[in-house]
């Protein structure tokens, strides 16, 4: 994980997520956590040692970044021909926000490269450009991913060219293709988006469409696959989610995995579209004042503006013993928001019967434009040698 060094929003700390994290899986496996420079190494030295005391598994280490995304610019690791471990490294444009050559951008970039280093892993690089989050792997060679954030990002390759990709960077036997993610990760310089009382809201700095949004591998053979109920079909956001998903679904349910064998689909619900206001000041709102809107509009700076946040049930971490789920409810909030976080720990339960659920707030990193998963890198131990 990266530790954070600003909120997205005032008021919404990401910090006390990233410690509800730590809380949740510390003691059952081993946890790194990065900083980008030494003051801040130091600040969150203070906090977890007053918070864990001395905790032989958990590690900190100082690697530059800007941001806290270690899903997507964080070190892939792949296991090697010769049972060794080596960081496959994609090309990175800020999730089609800036150019690669950004300054920046390249800090990010680099990030998995000095993760590498501290590892002493080979570097498998690439020049296409693709983010963890949109790569959905079952553990035996199957990929899934978005047609619109990789073609997107890789205009001049096609599907073919990127596949070949993923075979050399992640030993992919087979690809399955979905369309489009969710209206709520949509891209923020397309335009705000017409909500059900006829405003209108912007995303917040988001990817354009991840897969670990909307639908995940809880084994090889068994797929989560997010669900719009019809009695929300009066909601614009809603039957346009609904739409891409039922989709997906359809590729989904015609897809099979690299045996040639069908999949298992369950499906989970989506807690629906919440929404915030962000001020001038708060980090995402500085952010997104500086976009050129493609639809033509013209973003009110100095004035409040409604945004939603990118949240899903389906943005979870898997780690050996225990499952990080998200809530979405808070006080004051509809009780179905309540029933349907019930309903998500309930299915994640089933689906992982052998590991312990734990489910936290984290709208703080929704409001940044994305989730619990986003912000997490999985590393497996290295293979006996």
């Given at each position: 994980?990266i530790?954070p060094?600003?909120?997205?929003?005032?008021?919404?700390?990401?910090?006390?997520v990233?410690?509800?994290i730590?809380?949740a899986?510390i003691?059952?496996?081993?946890i790194?956590?990065?900083?980008?420079?030494?003051?801040?190494?130091?600040h969150?030295?203070?906090?977890?040692?007053?918070?864990f005391g001395?905790?032989?598994?958990?590690?900190?280490?100082?690697?530059p970044?800007?941001?806290?995304?270690?899903?997507?610019?964080?070190?892939?690791?792949?296991?090697?021909?010769?049972?060794?471990l080596?960081?496959?490294?994609f090309?990175?444009?800020?999730?089609?926000?800036?150019?690669?050559?950004?300054?920046?951008?390249k800090?990010?970039?680099?990030?998995?490269?000095?993760?590498?280093?501290?590892?002493?892993?080979?570097?498998?690089?690439?020049?296409?450009?693709?983010?963890?989050?949109?790569?959905e792997?079952?553990?035996?060679?199957?990929?899934?991913?978005t047609?619109?954030?990789?073609?997107g990002r890789?205009?001049?390759?096609t599907k073919?060219?990127?596949?070949?990709?993923?075979?050399r960077?992640?030993?992919?036997?087979?690809?399955?293709?979905?369309?489009?993610?969710?209206?709520?990760?949509d891209?923020?310089?397309?335009?705000?988006?017409?909500?059900?009382?006829?405003?209108?809201?912007?995303?917040?700095?988001?990817?354009?469409?991840?897969?670990?949004?909307?639908?995940?591998?809880?084994?090889?053979s068994?797929?989560?696959?997010?669900?719009?109920d019809?009695?929300?079909?009066?909601?614009?956001?809603?039957?346009?989610?609904?739409?891409?998903?039922?989709?997906?679904?359809?590729?989904?349910?015609?897809?099979?995995?690299?045996?040639?064998?069908?999949?298992?689909?369950?499906?989970?619900?989506?807690?629906?579209?919440?929404?915030?206001?962000?001020?001038?000041?708060d980090y995402?709102?500085?952010f997104?004042?500086?976009?050129?809107?493609?639809?033509?509009?013209?973003?009110?700076?100095?004035?409040?503006?409604?945004v939603?946040?990118?949240?899903?049930?389906?943005?979870?971490?898997?780690?050996?013993?225990?499952?990080v789920?998200?809530?979405?409810?808070?006080?004051?909030?509809?009780?179905?928001l309540?029933?349907?976080?019930?309903?998500?720990?309930?299915?994640l339960?089933?689906?992982?019967?052998?590991r312990?659920?734990i489910?936290?707030?984290?709208?703080?990193?929704?409001?940044?434009?994305?989730?619990?998963?986003?912000?997490?890198?999985h590393q497996?131990?290295?293979?006996?040698?």
């Amino acid at each position: 994980m990266i530790w954070p060094s600003t909120d997205h929003k005032k008021g919404e700390s990401v910090e006390k997520v990233t410690l509800s994290i730590i809380e949740a899986l510390i003691g059952h496996i081993d946890i790194v956590v990065t900083c980008k420079d030494k003051e801040l190494l130091n600040h969150a030295n203070e906090i977890l040692k007053n918070r864990f005391g001395e905790e032989p598994r958990l590690k900190l280490l100082e690697i530059p970044s800007f941001e806290i995304w270690a899903r997507d610019m964080g070190p892939t690791f792949v296991e090697t021909n010769k049972n060794t471990l080596a960081i496959a490294d994609f090309n990175f444009d800020s999730w089609g926000y800036a150019d690669t050559l950004d300054t920046d951008t390249k800090t990010e970039e680099m990030y998995d490269e000095r993760a590498a280093e501290q590892y002493s892993l080979p570097v498998i690089s690439s020049t296409m450009i693709s983010e963890g989050g949109n790569r959905e792997v079952n553990g035996r060679g199957t990929l899934m991913t978005t047609e619109v954030v990789e073609g997107g990002r890789n205009p001049t390759m096609t599907k073919g060219e990127m596949e070949l990709e993923y075979k050399r960077l992640l030993g992919i036997k087979k690809t399955i293709w979905l369309k489009q993610g969710l209206v709520e990760d949509d891209h923020t310089f397309l335009g705000p988006v017409a909500t059900a009382d006829g405003t209108k809201a912007y995303t917040v700095v988001t990817t354009n469409g991840h897969v670990d949004e909307f639908v995940r591998f809880v084994n090889d053979s068994t797929i989560l696959l997010a669900e719009i109920d019809s009695t929300e079909f009066d909601d614009p956001i809603a039957f346009e989610n609904h739409k891409r998903i039922e989709e997906n679904y359809q590729i989904l349910t015609a897809a099979t995995d690299q045996d040639g064998k069908p999949f298992t689909i369950i499906r989970m619900p989506l807690p629906g579209t919440i929404f915030s206001t962000m001020e001038p000041g708060d980090y995402v709102y500085e952010f997104i004042k500086t976009l050129n809107y493609s639809d033509g509009s013209t973003f009110p700076d100095g004035e409040p503006v409604r945004v939603m946040a990118a949240l899903s049930y389906l943005n979870f971490i898997i780690s050996d013993k225990v499952v990080v789920g998200q809530t979405c409810w808070r006080e004051g909030m509809p009780n179905e928001l309540k029933l349907k976080d019930e309903k998500a720990a309930q299915i994640l339960q089933s689906v992982f019967p052998n590991r312990k659920v734990i489910m936290i707030d984290a709208l703080a990193v929704n409001l940044g434009g994305g989730g619990i998963h986003c912000i997490s890198m999985h590393q497996p131990e290295l293979p006996d040698n």
